[in-house]
């Protein structure tokens, strides 16, 4: 176990290599926008309790990010990633 563990943080701000447990999909209740991009997260497989690692991010500005969830990995942009919050494990 590291120091980390149970500190909850967006899943953008991982350590490649790093593995979290969502605990919950948020952002701003009232914009629109954001809410539409968590549905769309929970589209793609993203729900609470769901392990996740995050494996590669781009070289140039660190984003996209690659992260596998179960057995599936997703590409997604960091502000994207950061609507879902995770448990460090």
Do not use: C, W, Y
């Not at 209740?29 to 997260?41: A, F, N, P, V, W």
């Not at 690692?53 to 950061?82: C, W, Y």
């Amino acid at each position: 176990m590291n120091h980390l563990s149970n500190v909850v943080i967006p899943l953008g701000a991982l350590l490649i290599g790093s593995r979290g447990k969502v605990t919950e999909l948020s952002g701003d209740q009232h914009d629109l926008e954001t809410s539409d991009r968590i549905d769309r997260l929970r589209e793609i497989g993203f729900s609470e309790g769901l392990d996740v690692e995050l494996l590669h991010q781009s070289p140039f500005g660190k984003d996209p990010i690659a992260v596998r969830i179960g057995a599936m990995t997703v590409a997604l942009r960091r502000s994207e990633a950061n609507l879902i919050k995770v448990q460090v494990i």
